[in-house]
């Protein structure tokens, strides 16, 4: 994607009212530190539209980003941060609901987990909630870099598993430092935004397209390169 604008549109605080925009939006959810705003500069080749911080807690507004004047990308603030006090914790929970509920625009929500930990308590909490509210979440395991590949192997499906993802469900592995997992989150907003031609009129295909939501999406990228291209096949 090339992304030729990028303005930070709205800033909301725990009382203010939601934007009723009118272009799709894409949400990144996730616990504090895990690298929302990082993921975000790193998609869009900015260094710092969205601030970033090693101290956590850094987001605490929920920002609108207007991409392109095409899409929005919504960075959540994190959760679980300690050093918050519960009662902020709660009116976040609270405003986080009231976007994800009330957004007429929102297509994906990507929940961010760090791939080095057992997701928390609170990342299962929230996948279990985006489950519960109909989105399919499509979870990003940041961090990559920090592992050796094999050692990436292994926490993926650690990760599904403490999720309960369903195999159906799109796991990437992300890193902000080697843009690993770059493609992959692209792509899967690639395919809402500019969804291919629908009518798929080969047979081999469709069924093509079944299998490839059936298989065990650990290779995010491969599954979703194959399904790109069996949807572009005319
Ligand atoms: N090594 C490595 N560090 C990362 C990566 N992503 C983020 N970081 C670092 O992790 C810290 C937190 O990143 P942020 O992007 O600010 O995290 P956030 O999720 O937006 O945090 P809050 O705004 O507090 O919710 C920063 O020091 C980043 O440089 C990554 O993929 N690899
Ligand atoms: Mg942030």
């Not at 500069?41 to 807690?57: C, D, E, H, I, Y």
């Not at 519960?86 to 009116?91: D, I, R, S, V």
């Not at 690993?180 to 690639?190: N, S």
């Amino acid at each position: 994607m090339i992304i030729k604008s990028a303005d930070l549109e709205t800033v909301c605080g725990v009382t203010s009212k939601l934007p009723a925009n009118l272009l799709p939006e894409f949400a990144f959810a996730g616990r504090s530190n895990v690298g929302k705003s990082s993921l975000i500069n790193k998609l869009v080749n900015r260094k710092a539209l969205a601030r970033t911080s090693s101290q956590p807690g850094k987001t605490q507004t929920i920002n609108f980003f207007l991409l392109n004047k095409e899409f929005y990308f919504v960075d959540l603030p994190g959760y679980g941060y300690a050093k918050v006090s519960k009662e902020l914790q709660a009116k976040w929970g609270k405003m986080i609901e009231r976007y994800l509920v009330n957004s007429k625009q929102l297509r994906v929500i990507f929940l961010l987990v760090d791939i080095r930990h057992e997701p928390s308590a609170g990342d299962k909490q929230m996948h279990e909630w985006v489950v519960a509210k109909g989105f399919t979440p499509v979870v990003i395991a940041t961090k990559a870099d920090k592992l050796s590949r094999n050692q990436v192997k292994q926490q993926l499906p650690m990760i599904r598993k403490a999720l309960k993802m369903k195999s159906s469900e799109v796991l990437i592995p992300w890193s902000a430092e080697t843009k690993q997992g770059y493609d992959e989150v692209w792509q899967v907003m690639e395919q809402i935004l500019y969804p291919p031609a629908t009518e798929v009129a080969d047979k081999d295909a469709v069924e093509a397209v079944g299998a490839v939501g059936a298989v065990d999406a650990m290779d995010a990228g491969e599954a979703v390169e194959q399904q790109m291209q069996v949807q572009k096949t005319p």
